[in-house]
């Protein structure tokens, strides 16, 4: 299957957990380009600030446990942004805390995954995310906003 041209934003603190998703990535035959973003401030930086692309990533996979902004303030910034309102964005955290949950999808996540510790799970788990969110998934475009809105 061809993969959508857009490129993956990885927000993720843990160098290991990066080389595994890039890894995941590969194995899973996901070609998107992969930018990385190692804090929350650089997230935000590269979705919101000046060194943003002018197209929107085709995912995000966020980290909630981040350096100087956390995982769950920055989805509260990309969902108060209308240009990356309907990005999908699939948290991917060690932390199985109820509230983290329940958080995530109150911000407006599209998915929270739970990262698996073997790493074969792992690289399953995020071949399939890959899969499913660039491959099957029908995104919503920005400029439909306020489309379906009655006059």
Excluded at 41 to 54: N, T
Excluded at 65 to 92: C, D, M, Y
Excluded at 97 to 126: C, H, M, W
Aim: net charge negative; hydrophobic share 45%.
């Amino acid at each position: 299957p061809e993969m959508a041209a857009g490129y993956i934003l990885l927000v993720e603190d843990n160098p290991d957990d990066e080389e595994l998703t890039r890894i995941a990535l590969t194995r899973g035959r996901i070609a998107n380009e992969l930018v990385v973003a190692h804090d929350g401030a650089e997230a935000v930086a590269l979705l919101l600030g000046a060194r943003a692309r002018p197209e929107p990533p085709q995912l995000i996979m966020l980290d909630l446990k981040l350096p100087k902004i956390s995982g769950l303030t920055v989805l509260q910034r990309v969902r108060a942004e209308p240009r990356l309102h309907f990005v999908p964005v699939v948290i991917l955290t060690s932390s199985s805390e109820d509230e983290d949950i329940i958080a995530g999808y109150q911000l407006g996540a599209n998915s929270y995954v739970r990262k698996p510790v073997a790493f074969q799970e792992f690289v399953t788990a995020v071949g399939q995310l890959g899969l499913y969110w660039l491959l099957l998934n029908q995104s919503a475009r920005p400029e439909w906003l306020g489309a379906a809105a009655p006059d």
